[in-house]
């Protein structure tokens, strides 16, 4: 052996050589197939996860998904809550608002009931009414203003008293009878030239319309006013003395005669604000005889509150009779 790599040393040599490389190439191969074998494997591992990352996402979305829903659920319960507690506080309204018609109801109840037991004082005065008003109405009735007036009595339940003349749309008569209010006598003919001449003229005039009241109401009222009032200078003009002599008269003839202690200034064109101060002012705990003229359409509009207020004043409303006292001017003629 040794003696043929000595004369063989070149061969030898290139044997080596081819060995070498070989071998080297042996172990590149292999090399390279075990790196191969790896990227498979980290292929294979990349490819698994990507698979489970896959499946995460699904799980995520579906968990999403769940709580998406969840969530809708959850608004759809709050707005039936929302809806259920409307309901909650309409019906605690409509419950309320039943007890306070009971309670009214019964309250009512009670009234009427009481208004039942208790005699007269009219319901629409207060109980502590100390002063007494007797609102009089002069130089109607009209057809169109003392219908308004008739109105507003009945609706405050106040009962008034109505100097009536024969010129007037006595059809109201009855209506004023009916409804409680006095019929009082004011004059056939509201004209101071002719009524005043002399007594007998002024007797023949109040007869007259004292007929008038009678053929219609039946009433022969007994309660009257002068024209003018008792305290009128005007009749001066067309017979001296003659209201002197008329107030010493009348009560021999059956009449009592009432002058006012307040007007409302109507006759004298006092504004609807006017007629209500000028009533109010002289309402001061005394009783009052209040001048008004049914035939005045500001008086209509005024007539509410003065009721109100003169209420408010602890004044009750009654009707002159041929009883009541007071009420005379002093006579300057
Ligand atoms: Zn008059």
Redesign the pocket.
Known sequence: MKEWIKNNKHVFILYIVVFILVAALVASVIVINNKSCENEKNVTKISNLTSQNIKKDEETKKVQSDLDAAKKENENLKKQNEELKKQNIELTAKKKAAAEAAKRAKQKATTVSTKKNVSPPPATNPPAATHTCYLTF??GPSSSTTPQILNTLKAKGVKATFFVVGTGNLSLLNRMKNEGHAIGL??NV?DYGRIYQNVNTYLADLQAVSDKVYNITGIRSQIIRF??GSSNTVSRKYCKGIMTQLSKLMPSKGYSYFDWNVSSGDAEGASVQGEINNVLRYANGNDICVLM?DIKPRTVSALPTIIDKLRAKGYKFEVLTPTTRGFHHGINN
């Open positions: 002069d130089d004011h004059a509201h024209p003018g003229h």
